[in-house]
């Protein structure tokens, strides 16, 4: 493997990366509120080419729902908040308890869970869960991300192209 590929990214567009050492278990995330727009649900039908009719027409709870995986975004933006990691994802482990409808105000909460070291790598664990207006459980999720594919001894230096940091729309 080349020295380019053996090296761990050190900053990018928003800034500094955030380094394992950085990370703290246990961290509050804080609150992102998401409002789920008729083209949100659209576009996410697209990106996945599922059109269930109840994704656009009707369903069994009254009215048109969005797909399930639309949920995977808005806790990233939120992790993405307070941390700019650049990673691998590793692991999605998701629950949705109600469906979520085209023009819902959803509250989403989170906190760090965990980090460890693997094989010389990285990772790292958070929780997140959404809530409806009236405070009912919607979704909750538990993500584990490799924090790079490179060992944790390569050196971190220069400039990254892309980042964990994303627009907070679908």
């Not at 590929?5 to 380094?19: I, S």
């Not at 992790?79 to 409808?101: A, C, H, M, Q």
Request: contains cysteine; negative net charge; proline residues 5%.
């Amino acid at each position: 493997m080349s020295e380019e590929a053996r090296t761990r990214v050190e900053f990018d567009e928003h800034g500094k990366r955030t380094t394992y050492d950085e990370i703290e278990v246990g961290k509050d995330l804080g609150s992102l509120e998401w409002v789920v727009g008729g083209n949100d649900i659209e576009k996410q039908c697209a990106i996945d080419e599922d059109f269930h009719p109840w994704f656009a027409l009707d369903s069994e709870w009254n009215g048109v729902i969005a797909p399930p995986q639309i949920q995977y975004r808005p806790p990233r933006w939120l992790l993405s908040r307070t941390y700019n990691i650049r990673g691998v994802f590793y692991r999605w482990d998701f629950e949705n308890l109600k469906p979520i409808r085209p023009g819902e105000k959803i509250t989403i909460t989170g906190r760090i869970l965990d980090k460890w070291i693997d094989r010389d790598r990285e990772f790292m664990s958070y929780e997140a869960e959404g809530r409806d207006a009236g405070g009912e459980l919607v979704f909750r999720t538990t993500r584990v991300h490799a924090l790079d594919v490179v060992e944790r001894t390569a050196p971190r230096k220069g400039a990254g192209q892309d980042s964990g940091i994303k627009q907070e729309k679908i």
